[in-house]
Structure formats: structure tokens, C-alpha cells
């Protein structure tokens, strides 16, 4: 898992699993806000390279972060998003509050 | 294949989060002798993520149960049943609503019933408190080959 999540300047990249549902997400959720306390990165960036499949906890995990990094003037970024994720994404609202990347 | 022939699958697994998984790909392929679109099988997929899921958290608050999901295929229309013997839910309506949940600790979105809406043709719940809930889902599925059939 730890080799999902690496740091670069102020920014968190984490490299989400193939399948993203209420199994994994408490622990991506719980890595990800280590990474964001301890070494203080204000911005997270969600990597959906490997994603083919996401239910609404991976809503949970991106509204939670946004939570996290908004109130110190932070971001969430999406890369890499493909057709189903994208559609749940925006199906959720949240491409009001995340930036998608091409 | 006939468009009106029946087939019935139905799992029935422990309320534990590793069955989401499973239970999704059991039922993907079922539903691949319909020939649905690849967003469809997607829809499917989605849809009984969260309603499996609701079973596991709400229904059982991840103690120990049976989760049974029941597939008919009628021809190209899809019905899912997700069943469970849980606490049920007091109020269907307002459990509905996008956004409402009531275990924000563990980051649930609130969006389950409203994927399933929106994913799926037709949704129905029925619960009785410390019964349990069915949760009832109908798709019609390849939607583009039998448009194509059409022209």
C-alpha cells in the first residue's frame, strides 16, 4: 500500500487501487490524512490510472480529503480519470470542488 | 437467444466487505448473456455495490449476517434483489435522500440511493425495523444492440 503514496513538494499523489469500495476505503482514507498531518501537504492528487471500478466510497474518501486540505486554502486534484469513474464523479457533484486534469 | 427466457441466480454470502467484490463480478457475468454494453454492466455493478454495501454497514453494522442478492433475467430485463435480515430502516423516505447518512464518521457519502436510482431503470425499498431491508432494482439491458435491431 505505503508504495501508493508518495509526497512531491506540497502535494500528496495517491495512486488509487484497481477497484475502489467501502473494503479499501477506510484504508486509503486513513494513509492518505497521515500523509497530510505529518508531512504537512496542503493538496492531494487522486491518481485513477489502474481505477476501473468506484462506488460512493470513493466519494467518501475524496469528500473527505477536500474536508481535510480546503480549510488551510488546499486542493484536491483527479488524474487519469476514465469513463465510469468520471461519470460517478460528476454524477456526485464533485467536479464542483475537485479539479479534473486531462 | 429467446428475448422472454427466464434465469435465476441467487448468492447469498457473510455480511463481511471482501464479499462486495465477489458479489459484483458473480452478477456481472450473469447479466453477460444479454450482451449489455459495457456502461451498463458498469451501471449493474455500481448499483449493487451500494446496495450490498448498505447491507453490510446499516443492515448488519458490520456484525455478523447473511447478505442474499437474487438475479432474474426475464429475456433482457434485469431484476436485483438485495436482501437482508438487519436492523431495516426507520424512515425509507428521508434514507433516500441524496446526501443523508447517518454514519458520516465513516465517510459514507450518502449517495447509495441515489447511484442505485440513477443507475439502475426502477428502484424499490422495503424495510420493517429490526426485520431487515429488500432493496429492488430493474434495468433493461442492451439497450443499443435492440436499437440497432430497429433501424
Redesign the interface.
Known amino acids: 500500500m505505503e508504495e501508493n503514496f508518495k509526497v512531491i513538494d506540497n502535494y500528496l499523489m495517491v495512486k488509487m487501487p484497481e477497484e475502489i469500495d467501502h473494503h479499501q476505503s477506510a484504508a486509503i482514507s486513513e494513509r492518505a490524512d497521515m500523509f497530510i498531518i505529518h508531512k504537512k501537504v496542503n493538496n492531494v492528487v487522486f491518481d485513477f490510472e489502474k481505477t476501473v471500478f468506484m462506488d460512493s466510497s470513493g466519494i467518501g474518501i475524496i469528500m473527505g480529503r477536500y474536508k481535510k486540505v480546503r480549510c488551510f486554502g488546499g486542493k484536491v486534484f483527479a488524474v487519469h480519470v476514465n469513463g465510469a469513474i468520471r461519470r460517478v464523479i460528476y454524477l456526485s457533484g464533485l467536479h464542483k470542488v475537485m479539479d479534473i486534469l486531462e | 437467444m429467446d428475448r422472454e427466457m427466464k434465469n435465476e441466480i441467487t448468492l447469498e454470502f457473510d455480511a463481511v ?2 464479499n ?2 465477489f458479489a ?1 463480478v458473480a452478477v456481472a457475468a450473469f447479466i453477460t448473456s444479454v450482451n449489455p454494453t459495457i ?1 451498463e454492466i ?1 451501471d449493474v ?2 448499483a449493487l ?2 446496495a450490498v ?1 448498505n447491507a ?2 446499516h443492515g448488519y453494522e458490520e456484525k455478523e449476517g447473511k447478505v442474499r442478492v437474487v438475479c432474474l433475467l426475464e429475456g433482457d430485463r434485469l431484476t436485483v434483489e438485495v436482501k437482508d435480515k438487519g436492523k431495516g430502516i426507520e424512515n425509507v423516505e428521508r434514507a433516500m435522500e441524496p446526501l443523508y447518512t447517518t454514519k458520516p464518521e ?4 450518502g ?2 440511493f ?2 442505485m436510482e ?1 443507475f439502475m431503470d426502477e428502484l424499490e425499498v422495503e424495510s420493517a425495523v429490526g426485520e431487515g431491508t429488500t432493496v429492488r432494482m430493474r434495468k433493461k439491458l442492451g439497450t443499443e444492440s435492440y436499437l440497432g435491431d430497429e433501424e
Open positions: 466487505s471482501v462486495e467484490g459484483r456502461e458498469s455493478k455500481t455495490s451500494e454495501t453490510i454497514i465513516l465517510e459514507r457519502s449517495m447509495g441515489a447511484f440513477a
